[in-house]
């Protein structure tokens, strides 16, 4: 019985961080195409801004541990209601929550690196600023 909550519980974190994730993704999108016409300062701009993603991601990842699991998006989308002790619920809806936060910040800082070598790649290659 446990294991279809889990589960439950995992999907609707995935949903609820991967949808934060999107909105972040799409800010920094429009961000680096505000800023085409200057290449190296928009791949600059979006390893930053991606950076900046995953380390609210990792503060996010620790803050859920030391706060209770009511307080989560999580527990509103599960109706509030769950067929696990207030313990139990606790710790699966806290633990899942940390290791969704850390994946989400692990792929945000690989695209910072694929970001930031881009970089290095476009100003290896000469280009300063602007397509001149």
Not at 2 to 27: D, K
Not at 32 to 39: C, K
Not at 98 to 106: D, F, N, S
Request: proline share 2%; glycine share 6%; with cysteine.
């Amino acid at each position: 019985m446990a294991e279809p909550v889990e589960q439950r519980v995992r999907a609707l974190a995935v949903l609820s961080i991967g949808r934060g994730c999107f909105f972040a993704a799409l800010a920094i999108f429009c961000v680096m195409v505000g800023l085409v016409a200057e290449p190296l300062q928009a791949l600059k701009s979006g390893a930053i801004l991606a950076m900046i993603t995953a380390c609210v991601l990792m503060i996010k990842a620790e803050w859920v541990i030391r706060h209770s699991y009511k307080r989560t998006e999580v527990w509103i989308l599960l109706d509030r209601r769950i067929e696990l002790s207030p313990d139990v619920a606790q710790r699966v809806i806290t633990v899942t929550l940390r290791e969704i936060y850390l994946r989400y910040a692990l792929y945000s800082a690989l695209i910072a690196g694929g970001f930031w070598l881009c970089t290095l790649i476009l100003w290896l290659g000469g280009v300063k600023a602007g397509f001149k």
